[in-house]
Structures are given as C-alpha cells and as structure tokens.
T-cell receptor
C-alpha cells in the first residue's frame, strides 16, 4: 500500500527566507503526487501535482516541487516566502485500493511565516 | 456556486445522537470520498464511492455509514455520535484516476458533546 511521510510537523521561517517542506512516499508502482494547502479556517486547495513528464512542477504562487523517483520524494520549495504563505501543507499520493484510486495524505506540515 | 458543497458547515450534537452530513458536487464525476481531519493526523479516508452502486470502506469506517443517493450526492452518517468523532469532515470528488486532482468541499466542523 502507498503511504506518505511528511518529515516536519512544523516549520517556522522568517519572511523572504527560503523554505523546503519535505515529503517522502512509499510505493512499488507509478503514482500521482499532490501538494494541497489549507489556509486558516478554510478547506483544501490543490497547490500542484505531478503526474508524469518533467520532474519539476510549479504552482502559480511561486512554489515548486520536484519528483525524485530514486529517493521517493516530492519536496515542496519556495525561494522567498510571504506572511500570506502561513498555512498547513499536505502531501498526498494517489493510492490504489481494491477497486480504484483514492488520495492518501501525509499528516501535514504547518508553515508559520513571521516578519 | 461551489463545485463541492457540504452542509452543514458547523454542527454541535450530543453523544448518542444520529447525525447526517451531506455533500453534493457539480463536477459530474463518478467518484466521491469522505475524509476526516484531526490535528496532527492529517486527513484520513472514511468511505469512498466510485459510482452510485459502489461503496467502499476506508481506513477509519467504524462508527460511520454512507449513502450514495445519486451521482452528485454522497452523505455521511454517524449512527450514534461519540466525542472522539469531533473533527473536521471533508467531502471530495475526482475523475477516474485523480489525474486532474481531487476537489474538496469547505468542510463540516462537527463537535460531539
């Protein structure tokens, strides 16, 4: 079964500093990988996804993630964070169940950006 | 209108009461899901349905049941609510293999007292 490990539960960072949120997955088959973001008191929004092709994927707000098959990782990065990036970030893998796919989440990483 | 609508947004109920959370989607997808979010545990899958006649248990289905009334509607019931079912519940929908991503509702915050 596929599983997801987010290595940091909390990441505090100063505004305009770079950040990396780490995600590792376990799977013996090809997977789709996702990062979702949850702003305070809101639902989940898709940040970016990897399906196939280029291993580097980007979001519209400056985040990027790199799929590394040999290290089974999909780390999320941003070169310069803003206060507004404060949120919970979830890494997820499309896991194959008995009759199809379902999304399997990591436990989340809380990103706190301070001035 | 939102692609995935959950009702109610917030609910406080007493231990032992039956409660239903409703979800409807306008994406036209066959696949629908119910997740539960708890602090520090991420989102965990409760039930999922790949079409109207297909219902599957997820990781944490005990104490819950579901009904797929139509392609667009998927409700979650707590037959006899208990305090440790206090959580944020999300409904989601996806296309065949999730390649386009999963679309989530805004969530239902349930408190069992």
């Amino acid at each position: 079964a596929q599983s997801v490990t987010q290595l940091d539960s909390q990441v505090p960072v100063f505004e305009e500093a770079p950040v990396e949120l780490r995600c590792n997955y376990s799977s013996s088959v090809s997977v789709y990988l996702f990062w979702y973001v949850q702003y305070p008191n809101q639902g989940l929004q898709l940040l970016l996804k990897y399906l196939s092709g280029s291993t580097l994927v980007e979001s519209i707000n400056g985040f990027e993630a790199e799929f590394n098959k040999s290290q089974t990782s999909f780390h999320l990065r941003k070169p310069s964070v803003h206060i507004s990036d404060t949120a919970e970030y979830f890494c997820a893998v499309n896991a194959f169940t008995n009759s199809g796919y379902a999304l399997n989440f990591g436990k989340g990483t809380s990103l706190l950006v301070t001035p | 209108d939102a692609d995935v609508t959950q009702t109610p947004r917030n609910r406080i109920t007493k231990t032992g009461k039956r409660i239903m959370l409703e979800c409807s989607q306008t994406k036209g997808h066959d696949r629908m899901y119910w997740y539960r979010q708890d602090p520090g545990l991420g989102l965990r899958l409760i039930y999922y349905s790949f079409d109207v006649k297909d219902i599957n248990k997820g990781e944490i289905s005990d104490g819950y049941s579901v009904s797929r009334q139509a392609q667009a509607k998927f409700s979650l019931s707590l037959e006899s609510a208990i305090p440790n079912q206090t959580a944020l519940y999300f409904c989601a929908t996806s296309d065949l293999d999730g390649a386009r991503g999963y679309t989530f509702g805004s969530g239902t915050r349930l408190t069992v007292v």
